[in-house]
């Protein structure tokens, strides 16, 4: 029952897990929606760790690349590894998984850059491996919005759930009772910086 429950999109805290893939600042001038992103990513971040839901981050070739943006606070995450291969699911972090959830992570909530690429291909990695994948589109980007927006058609045709940070918050919330729900509840406020999907 659980897992079709996951099938159907809902979210569980205890069994989620958070995914932020290679924001790093080197990529920011060449990334249309960088600033917007990183606006939303910092809110949900900042739910995760209110909601206890463990966070995992790749950063890309960091030699030459650099690390996540300091825009972000990834203190809480669970590990920062980096990679050369495209999807985040490289063995380390796929050691991380095990130790974090043993056979019990039924859903991954993925977030990062670039669409058409790292995230597609870390998406068709957990999609083979059983897990259900949420994609937080309003924090995902590419160089070009033709990239974006046919990456995440396809990852919709994939069979994973390409939705908004605030959906997410919400879901893993489910209940205004929620212990976290007056902390939340200031993030969420204001609205989500609008990264154009609609003109996608």
């Not at 971040?45 to 030699?63: C, D, F, M, R, S």
């Not at 959830?101 to 669409?115: A, D, M, P, R």
Request: with cysteine; proline share 4%; net charge neutral.
């Amino acid at each position: 029952m659980a897992r079709q429950l996951t099938k159907l999109g809902f979210l569980d805290a205890k069994k989620t897990l958070f995914m932020l893939c290679d924001l790093q600042e080197k990529f920011r001038p060449g990334m249309k929606m960088f600033d917007p992103v990183i606006k939303n990513t910092s809110k949900l971040l900042q739910a995760g760790k209110l909601l206890n839901v463990p966070l995992v981050v790749t950063e890309h070739y960091p030699e030459k690349l650099g690390h996540i943006v300091k825009d972000l606070d990834v203190s809480h995450a669970k590990g920062i590894f980096p990679k050369t291969l495209f999807s985040m699911m490289i063995p380390d972090v796929q050691a991380k998984i095990d130790e974090l959830f043993g056979s019990n992570l039924e859903t991954v909530v993925l977030f990062g850059l670039e669409s058409h690429i790292c995230l597609e291909q870390t998406a068709m990695d957990l999609l083979k491996n059983g897990y259900t994948v949420h994609v937080a589109a309003d924090c995902s980007v590419s160089r070009t919005q033709d990239d974006r927006k046919l990456a995440l058609e396809r990852l919709q045709q994939y069979g994973c759930f390409v939705t908004t940070s605030e959906n997410i918050i919400f879901k893993l919330m489910k209940d205004k009772q929620h212990p976290a729900f007056d902390t939340v509840r200031h993030l969420v406020r204001e609205p989500s910086v609008d990264t154009e999907l609609s003109k996608l």
